[in-house]
Structure formats: structure tokens, C-alpha cells
């Protein structure tokens, strides 16, 4: 069983950075897709970005794509989301979810294929 647990989050300036870091312990997540989600007050979760277990392939929500990075370490059974050019619009709780994958190169884009959660960690973006 994967346990999942977020860090990094804070509060920053519009225009500013974060680096979020994923924790996994319980299993190695060497297996597992990998993805980001994020939900605002009043809003349903949505999809941030995910990785391949292998981390050859990436995928990003059209919102943060060119400002957002996602990458993973297995031997340290790490995920990470640079967030850079933040907007007071990617002011959210972020989650990191894993997914056991047969197949190297597959990516998770939605929710409900995710098996595993952590508790997430708040990001604030003041204008």
C-alpha cells in the first residue's frame, strides 16, 4: 500500500515559484503513474499533470503547461511540480495521487484512475 504525502506548499506572489515535493513510503513507486491535482474553494479537483513510472512521458492541463514541470525520482521514491510564473488563479490545495501501471510509458490524466492519495498541501498566490 502506497502512502502518499505532499510538502512545499506556501504562500508566494504572483510571478513567483514553488517547488512541491511528493513523498511515497509503504511501496516503491516505481510502478505507479504519477499525477498532480489541485482543487480550489468552491471548485471540483482537476488535473494538473502526470508522469510515466518510467518518467519518459509527461502530460500538463492546457492552464499550466509551459510554466509547470513535473518529474520524479524512483531511488528516492520522490515526485515533484516546479511551479514557476505563478498566477493567483493556481491558488489551490494540491494532491499527489498514484496509480499502478503495467506499461512503462503510461500517463493518468483523470482522477478516478488514481488508487492512491496524499493529503495535500496548500498553495496560495497573492496578486
Known amino acids: 500500500q502506497v502512502q502518499l504525502k505532499e510538502s512545499g506548499g506556501g504562500l508566494v506572489q504572483a510571478g513567483g515559484s514553488l517547488r512541491l515535493s511528493c513523498a511515497a513510503s509503504?511501496?516503491?513507486?516505481?510502478?505507479?503513474?504519477m499525477g498532480w491535482f489541485r482543487q480550489a474553494p468552491g471548485k471540483e479537483r482537476e488535473f494538473v499533470a502526470t508522469?510515466?513510472?518510467?518518467?519518459?512521458?509527461?502530460a500538463y492541463a492546457d492552464s499550466v503547461k509551459g510554466r509547470f514541470t513535473i518529474s520524479r525520482d524512483n531511488a528516492k521514491n520522490m515526485v515533484y511540480l516546479q511551479m514557476n510564473s505563478l498566477k493567483p488563479e493556481d491558488t489551490a490545495v494540491y494532491y499527489c495521487a498514484a496509480d499502478f501501471r503495467v506499461v512503462s510509458s503510461v500517463v493518468v490524466t483523470f482522477d478516478y484512475e488514481y488508487d492512491h492519495w496524499g493529503q495535500g498541501t496548500q498553495v496560495t498566490v497573492s496578486s
Open positions: 508522469i510515466s513510472w518510467s518518467g519518459g512521458n509527461t
Open positions: 509503504g511501496s516503491a513507486i516505481s510502478r505507479y503513474a
